[in-house]
């Protein structure tokens, strides 16, 4: 059975950082691609940062240059360094992962199967 369980959110202020955690059991992230997700209330959920089996990483404008998404095959854990911290960055961040997405469709939340449970982002002004 395949699990991914976040972990880091937390509330910060305006220009702060964080870093998520992603651990999966099921499955070995040296051979999935792996994304990170996020929905604020209102909002269709939003794919921020991937990486597939190559290392090949992928970033939506609105992150670029402030998230970083890396991953440890030893300990089968994905990573989300945020900096630089905004107001709008203010969501529930999830993990998906799924088998041989293509880089043009790494932040499609439809490729992926597997979701973790989320963890909450909240930055104050």
């Known amino acids: 059975q395949v699990q991914l369980v976040e972990s880091g959110g937390g509330s910060v ?12 059991s099921g499955i ?12 604020a209330p209102g ?7 991937a990486i597939d089996a190559d ?26 360094d945020m900096n630089d911290l905004k107001p709008e960055d203010t969501a529930m961040y999830f993990c ?5 997405i293509g880089w043009l469709r790494l932040l499609r939340a ?3 199967n597997y979701w973790g ?7 104050s002004s």
């Open 55 to 80: 290392g090949y990483t992928s970033y939506s404008d609105s992150v670029k240059g402030r998230f970083t998404i890396s991953q440890d095959n030893n300990k089968n854990t994905v990573y989300l």
């Open 13 to 24: 202020q305006s220009g702060g950082s964080l870093r998520l955690s992603c651990v999966a």
């Open 28 to 39: 070995g992230f040296s051979n999935y691609c792996t994304g990170w997700f996020r929905q």
């Open 43 to 49: 909002k269709e959920r939003e794919g921020v940062a």
């Open 96 to 100: 998906a992962a799924d088998w041989a």
């Open 110 to 112: 439809s490729e992926y």
């Open 117 to 123: 449970q989320g963890t909450q982002v909240t930055v």
